[in-house]
């Protein structure tokens, strides 16, 4: 892990190379965090770019997202949260790989619906066509800032995922769903993001 001093060191820094992922404080000293993420953009950096600000506007996010960053962290911000940007940005971060059980658990879901696997196949493939149509509804409300659609349609993942024991999915629609019932609004890009990829593991673990 390196740490700079300012926003024109970042960019020195990051430019170099085998940079897994970037935190910027929005207000850095010399060079601000949008200014940075632009210059790093321009300069071929690919990494996860993640914003760390006071300030839960809108009209600033947008302006961050616009010069290349990947989503924010409000400060002061929760470890659940640095968590969720870590899952959602870093997906080897936890050095090992999910067990099948937290993606969907095929043999408890089995037995909640009377060990018809047929039925349970034909319900996780309907679940994720539902999925697949909100998920663009739920980016939508994220760019209007609407909390309460975000809100409700993570709400209904939510318990559809506990049904089907669709666990990291479930886990990733609760934390939206609190997120936005609370109005951490910095927070929501990561929170959606880690909602997307919960959605989309368990695609691919639905296909395999």
Known sequence: MSTVEDGKQAVEEAARGGVDMVFLDVNMPVM???????????????????????????????RCLSAGMNAFLAKPFRRAELAAVLRAWLPSASGA???????????????AYMGKEDVVRGLVKGFLDRVSA??????????????????????????????LRARRLSEAALALERAA????????????????????????????
Do not use: C, W, Y
């Open 32 to 62: 601000g965090g949008p200014e940075a993420a632009a210059a790093m953009r321009a300069a071929g950096v690919q990494a996860p770019i993640i914003g760390v600000t006071a300030s839960v506007r809108v009209e600033e996010q947008q």
């Open 97 to 111: 790989a999910v067990p099948a059980a937290e993606v969907l658990d095929f043999p408890s879901a089995v037995e």
């Open 134 to 163: 909100r998920l663009p509804v739920v980016r939508a409300a994220l760019e209007r800032g609407d909390l309460e659609a975000i809100r409700f349609e993570s709400h209904a993942i939510k318990g559809g995922a506990l049904n």
């Open 181 to 208: 019932q609370e109005g951490r609004t910095a927070v929501l890009p990561v929170l959606v993001e880690r909602f997307a990829a919960a959605a989309d593991e368990l695609s691919r673990f639905a296909e395999a």
